[in-house]
């Protein structure tokens, strides 16, 4: 379980960083989002033939509606998300996103049988709190927009992600990481299809931050993402995921230099003692 922790969270930090490198490709949001999710296809592929490793086809064959599921989930989420970026602020958009965790808590006791602590429910109280201070004032001032809806959009694929990949069992993560990140291309190849016309033009420096986008935060992280997530309760995934947002917001301030104000400090402080509390604080009674 720790180890599963471990990679989790450092999957999380990685995604982390998307927006970071994301910053170094000219590309439009959709395309970058095709791209990576390409190359993370074609690198968990390169792993499988040089591992010779095989696809458990009987175990996809059974649980091909699951697989299909998140899949579909990844690729509508991220195309939801990356429009939602590009209708509204960043900020609405992400605090919109991150709904998604709260939705698969309140499902996590009916489709999971995972009981509902005073420990979970005070550890979500203060990450939503601390997710309102880090990106409520850019929300406010937007207020309800297209942008936001697509947010919202984003949030419940997302849930259904989560919900799809904990319904799977018997494949490695590697497995269905592979199988997941070959429909989302699909989903987002036939969305560029409808809406853009002409080829990406990727301008030579562009290269080694697409591939590293693509190997590293997509292929490793989501193979670490996935592969740990099975092992965890949903209840966990869905409130440590916070740790995503907030560390693209610390790396945002370390790195690219951007001010943090007082309310965001603390709002990061809210997110990471919220997720902690409700993982390590022993408090199992009154369960509901």
């Not at 440590?240 to 309310?263: G, K, M, R, T």
Request: include cysteine.
């Amino acid at each position: 379980m720790k180890k599963s922790y471990l990679k989790y969270i450092l999957s999380l930090l990685i995604f982390g960083s998307n927006g970071i490198v994301a910053s170094y490709i000219a590309l439009s949001s959709s395309e970058i989002v095709l791209s990576r999710t390409i190359i993370g296809s074609l690198f968990l592929g390169l792993i499988f033939i040089i591992g010779r490793k095989d696809l458990h086809m009987e175990q996809i064959k059974k649980q091909w509606f699951y697989l299909l599921g998140a899949g579909v989930s990844m690729g509508a989420s991220w195309i939801c998300l990356f429009q939602g970026y590009q209708l509204a602020s960043v900020s609405t958009a992400t605090l919109a996103y991150y709904c998604g965790p709260v939705l698969v808590i309140a499902a996590a006791p009916f489709l999971f049988q995972e009981s509902m602590t005073a420990s979970k429910i005070i550890g979500i109280l203060m990450v939503i709190c601390g997710m309102v201070f880090v990106n409520g004032s850019d929300f406010l001032a937007a207020g309800w927009s297209m942008g936001l809806l697509y947010g919202l959009l984003s949030a419940l694929f997302y849930a259904g992600m989560i919900i799809f990949i904990k319904k799977v069992t018997k494949l490695s993560g590697l497995e269905s990481t592979f199988i997941q990140l070959i429909i989302a291309g699909l989903v987002i190849a036939l969305y560029m299809l409808c809406v853009q016309h002409g080829a990406m033009d990727i301008s030579g420096k562009e290269i080694i931050p697409i591939l590293f986008l693509g190997i590293v935060n997509t292929g490793v992280a989501c193979y670490l993402y996935f592969s740990s997530m099975q092992a965890l309760p949903a209840q966990s995934v869905a409130i440590c995921s916070y740790v995503d947002p907030l560390s693209a917001l610390l790396f945002s301030a370390v790195i690219l230099n951007e001010h943090l104000s007082l309310l965001q400090v603390v709002g990061a402080s809210l997110v990471l003692g919220g997720a902690a509390f409700s993982e390590l604080y022993p408090f199992r009674k009154n369960e509901i």
